[in-house]
């Protein structure tokens, strides 16, 4: 992906940490390839939505079948106890989903029969066969074989889930670094997160941000969220001197997964008419710094600080019934955009609750006349 995000160093820094992520309690327990492929059948084993496709390949599928036919160990699997008595997949995701596949008889990845590779790495018995190939015996040993399950649940705060966050965060073994909103959107599932993904694909969104599909790593709705996370009651009343973004966001996330129909509806009324309104008098520069050293030559890339500024004072201009901005828009904008103190809370400790007020409230009065309430 082509970088459209114009950086902010302390907040590509974040880090926070807090007493309470660490009260849980966890245990083992050795469950059975048939107990879990029931359980997913059923509801009650969740796939972690950022893992919405199966990545192995049939050899490294293979491979793992052959070793349960041999009787190999077979690494420990990382689930999450949910409110609702779920377990969700932490860590593990593409071997329960391997024996599932295989089981059923069609390979995920292209939707064809299940059958192991002929290669001489695969045991000469089971080589080239379907899962309904194998005779009874070795059918029940791979549904009997049992992988040792380490399960996590949070203690404290009875509400939230902080914990799990940080336990996704460190022990997920898939391949690369998961960024925030990759672990909010497994950790924090609900009709917010739904809502998010609902609302990355407005065609007047996508330009603003300056990418034309979603971005695979989840950026875009992370974005989106701290609009909403920034612009709330909590924001405004906040009294710390500065807030971490990665856990206000994952609190704010996690407290308001599951709004009622009614709030929902005000949060997508919301996003829609601030993204229209200021692509209609901005265009897709809407959020956009200047350069003041190369006379005040427009920087081509999506910036967070002038994004939650600008997005937040037209949601409140809008609600106290504001319909237009002056004659000449973009001279307003980059009027704001050459102001000294605004440029500082753009660009400096950026999550100073402060500098984040000051952004918001300076961006609402040179824009459109108002004081931000």
Known sequence: MKDVIQHIPDEDDDFYSDDDLFYISSWGADLSFRELIDRYKDGELIKPELQRKYVWDKTAASRFIDSLLLGLPVPSIFLAKTSNEKLLIIDGYQRIMTIYDYVRGIFSTDEKVFKLTRSPRINARWRGKA???LDDTEQRKIKNTTIHAIIFV???PAAGNTSLFQIFERINTSGRTLLPQEIRNCVSQGALNNLLFELNLLPNWRSLYGLSTEDARMRDLEFIL?????SSDTMKAETRES?????????????HRDPSEDELANYRIRFIKAVDFLHTFFGSSAFHNISLTYHDRLVEKFNPTIFDSIMIATDFALSQGISSLPE??????RQLLRDEEYR??????????NSIRTRIGKATRMLFGLDYE
């Open 131 to 133: 899962f309904g190939e």
């Open 154 to 156: 949070q203690d404290k």
């Open 226 to 230: 701290r609009f909403f996370a920034l």
């Open 243 to 255: 807030i971490s973004l990665k856990c206000f966001l994952n609190v704010y996330m996690n407290e």
């Open 328 to 333: 000449n828009p973009e001279a307003a904008r």
């Open 344 to 353: 500082a809370a753009i660009t400096r400790q950026t999550m100073r609750v």
